[in-house]
């Protein structure tokens, strides 16, 4: 999961070398909490207009995570 959150961050940014995660342990719920580091520059390019492409990010995460029977939630830092 966590390789998947960083190919698709390094292919919209233009300093991949900055993109990191770290992931939370599964909270009382049961939810993982990966979150995004990137470059300051490249913030607008990874959350996108009005938030589509962060939208987006999270929407393809929840979907993979549906797959390996996993709840997990994506904040962008």
Do not use: C, F, W
């Amino acid at each position: 999961m966590e390789e998947l959150l960083i190919a698709m961050a390094k292919g919209l940014v233009e300093n991949p070398d900055a993109v990191t995660t770290t992931v939370d342990e599964p909270n009382e719920e049961g939810v993982k909490v990966y979150h995004l580091h990137v470059a300051e520059g490249d913030m607008g390019r990874v959350i996108g207009k009005q938030g589509r492409i962060a939208k987006a990010i999270r929407t393809v995460m929840r979907s993979a995570a549906n797959r390996n029977n996993e709840k997990i939630a994506v904040e962008i830092d």
